[in-house]
């Protein structure tokens, strides 16, 4: 079965750092396009960043200079390096992968950012 289990989310304060990750299972991992998204609380899921099978990577305006996305296609894993964290920046995180017709997403991990 394929799964996506996401981890790494938490409590940080602003200006804080977290690392999230996203193992994936049940997929050939080198196939697909991996994203992260986020929904904060009331607020539609928008894309936060994205990294192609190639490598390629794309960020939303909000997170640009602060977020890093990256893959390991060895261990099945996408993560999201977050840096100079934002109160703003409070959302639920979830891992999307994608290919042709296949979509699938992680129950998310919870990130807050607060003092």
């Known amino acids: 079965q394929v799964q996506l289990v996401e981890s790494g989310g938490g409590l940080v304060q602003p200006g804080g750092s977290l690392r999230l990750s996203c193992a994936a299972s049940?997929?050939?991992?080198?196939?697909?396009?991996m994203s992260w998204y986020r929904q904060a609380p009331g607020k539609q899921r928008e894309l936060v960043a994205g990294i192609s099978s190639g490598g390629t990577t794309n960020y939303a305006d909000s997170v640009k200079g602060r977020f890093t996305i990256s893959r390991d296609n060895a261990k099945n894993t996408v993560y999201l390096q977050m840096s100079s964290l934002k109160p703003e920046d409070t959302a639920v995180y979830y891992c999307n992968a994608k290919f042709s017709i296949n979509n699938f997403w992680g129950q998310g991990t919870r990130v807050t950012v607060s003092s």
């Open positions: 049940g997929i050939a991992f080198w196939f697909y396009d």
